[in-house]
């Protein structure tokens, strides 16, 4: 049911994130490569060749700013933004997904949205710099998670999993999210000097590094794209992968790189698949 490889995937998601390059520098959005994303651009160049996805980070001022720009902005004929925490997206972040391609996830087969190819848009919130309170922050914004994934329709095979997301769905109300959220995001307003990915899937002590590793952008070779990625890239990918993060991975770890797609057409719209599954 898959109609690409993953260059021909790579491809597609280069015409998002060229347009995306581009709306951020005219509307002076600043953002970074975070992530697996900003890995490649530092080991690879360009895309890590086994991966299928592109991650990129906003602080809260320049996340809330393009979530504001977007409505104005953006070119619709062409592109989706799909904003976080809806009822069609749970999720507490963002896609930037193209029209006219398909990119199905087995969680959301079923789930009347815009499934095209997308970039991760990801916000990036100040933490706490004292570590129960930061770790209150985390935890906070894992509840929200479970209660995401269980709304978005997450499948695992874990019953563990299964039973926490059900219990937190049921007893997390709408007023008490909303309440764990503002807790999460409270210390925007303050230069903490510590900034956090806590809706993620690092553990606690791989979420939060120092704001100074940010800075201003260093622009590298990403493919054919030069692109931003932190000021202190190395201190960051070290927190986040490990002294050893330029090392090529095993043939094994390789392939058991998880696939995020159930449907894929970089030449149909998702529209002609919603019938079909």
């Given amino acids: 049911m898959n109609n690409f490889n993953n260059k021909e995937l790579q491809s597609k998601i280069l015409e ?21 994303t900003a890995l490649g651009a530092v080991r690879h160049k360009g895309f890590i060749p086994w991966d299928d996805d592109f991650d990129v980070f906003l602080d809260f001022e320049n ?41 199905i996830e087995k969680d959301v087969l079923y789930k009347d949205m815009h499934h095209g190819i997308y970039i991760d848009i990801m916000c990036l919130n100040n933490v706490s710099p004292n570590y129960f309170v930061r770790y209150l922050q985390y935890l906070s914004a894992r509840v929200l998670n479970a209660k995401a994934l269980y709304s978005k329709g997450y499948i695992t095979t874990s019953v563990i999993k299964k039973i926490a997301m059900r219990t937190l769905s049921y007893f997390v109300s709408r007023k008490t999210g909303s309440m764990l959220l503002n807790f999460v995001r409270s210390f925007n307003a303050k230069d903490t000097g510590m900034v956090g990915h806590l809706f993620g899937r690092a553990r606690f002590k791989k979420t939060s590094f120092p ?4 800075g201003d952008p260093i622009y590298t070779k990403f493919e054919n794209l030069d692109l931003p990625i932190p000021q202190n890239a190395h201190g960051y990918l070290k927190l986040r992968y490990g002294d050893d993060y330029m ?8 392939m058991s790189y998880p696939s995020h797609a159930y449907i894929v057409d970089i030449t149909k719209s998702y529209e002609s698949y919603m019938d079909k599954k």
């Avoid at 979530?67 to 963002?94: A, C, G, I």
Wanted: hydrophobic fraction near 30%; proline fraction near 3%; charge should be neutral.
């Fill in 247 to 254: 090392k090529m991975p095993s043939e094994e770890v390789k």
């Fill in 16 to 36: 998002i994130v060229v347009y995306f390059d581009n709306f951020c520098k005219q509307n002076n959005i600043r953002y970074y490569l975070m992530g697996g």
């Fill in 63 to 103: 996340y809330q700013k393009l979530q504001h720009v977007v409505k104005e902005n953006l070119d619709r004929d062409k592109f989706y933004f799909q904003e976080e925490n809806t009822d069609e997206w749970p999720m507490y972040f963002s896609k930037l997904r193209l029209n006219g391609t398909t990119y």
């Fill in 211 to 214: 704001a100074s590793y940010l």
